[in-house]
């Protein structure tokens, strides 16, 4: 059964595809669409990052997730690519308290996917609309859910849950955690070039439109800046972070505002947006001298400082610091100014090599180790797709009495 797999990461405006050969973990095409509901395009390209496909303008204002994906799959089927497909690998943003590791996805599954899109209604509903028109466009082909919040399962309570009344706790209303994908692929990473640095006490700093920080002992996730929803935590691209509760109750009872536009405010309008009133991607940001800007970028690397000291205190110390996701990847002035003045914490970043943004970034004699690791959720997925393939495979044969391949 050995073939292709190919990973969908349906988010709220956007949706990215990778395919990868059988055995390999580098994808042969990779397609992307952006400003999905509104002034969509959809690009998709070879191995070498050629252009295989290119799709904008009237044709593709107002497509639906649902429309963009039938069309990406109308191309790989087009292009011959989908004929040795064998499973597709779904990043799902919430698995709940049940789902702790990727599953298979079924009917039953489906159903209790569906029920979670409560916690999660800006993402979850995306991500279920992708494994349905995938199964639906491919129904003999497994399909896998792998969840952001898995990796942070294992927290211990005081770090799982808020200070509400212990019903609240048992229904459902926890600290999750996200971005558990991004964590796991850069635990991984660590793992293979830095053992030593896995078995010890790391934040990893997941910096990009959406951002959190996690706390990870011996591969483990202890604590993260997320919550239950993906609103905590660190100021996002347009996403607020922590935010007192009383200033939702002042905005309902006061400002008489309804769900909907807090909803949207908190989402779509806050961040760095909000602060800078000018953009939520740092590149505008770093390049103006606007003071809006300016202090968006402050209250950002304030933020991020405050949430390491913290997770550093959950570990009882720092081992390692972690950069990754497009600001954490390649903005070495969001790095620097996190690190600057933080000797008191080991920590002293290598100016040189944080501008030529090599995977470490400490100076010699840091006693943290300071990397910049970037991460590929897709892959992560992959592997899952891939483990859950051989799963099926095994079971199928010992079912018709064969022997399993080691
Ligand atoms: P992500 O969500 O991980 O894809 O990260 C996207 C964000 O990374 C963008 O919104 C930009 O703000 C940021 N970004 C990408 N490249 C750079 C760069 N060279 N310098 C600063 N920020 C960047």
Known sequence: MKGSILTLNAGSSSLKIALFPPGDESPIVTGSAERIGGDC??????????????????????????????????????????????????????????????????????????????????????????IRAARSAFPDVLQIACFDTAFHRNHPFVNDTFALPLTLYAEGIRRYGFHGLSYEYVTQKLAAIRPELHAGRVIICHLGNGASACAIRDGQSIASTMGFSALDGLPMGTRCGQLDPGVILYLLQQKKMNADAIADLLYN????????????????????????????????????RREIGGLAASLGGLDALIFCGGIGENSCLIRARVCDDMAWMGIAIDPQRNAAHETILSAPLSPVEVMMIPTQEDIVIARAANAMMEQVQAQRLRAIGGIPPL
């Open 41 to 130: 395009t959809l690009t998709i390209k070879d191995a070498s990052g050629a252009f295989i496909a290119e799709y904008k303008g009237d044709a593709m204002r107002g497509a639906t997730h649902e429309t963009v994906l039938r069309k990406l799959i109308h191309i790989l089927q087009q292009a011959g690519l989908a004929q040795n497909l064998v499973a597709i690998g779904h990043r799902v943003v919430h698995g709940g308290t049940d789902f702790v590791a990727p599953i298979l996805v079924d009917d039953a599954a489906l159903n209790q996917l569906v029920s979670l899109e409560p916690l999660a209604p800006l993402h979850q509903p995306h991500n279920l609309a992708g």
């Open 269 to 304: 309008q806050s961040g760095l947006l909000g602060l800078s009133g000018l953009s939520n991607d740092m590149r505008v940001l770093e390049a103006t001298d606007d003071p809006a800007a300016k202090a968006a970028i402050d209250y950002f690397v304030f933020r991020i």
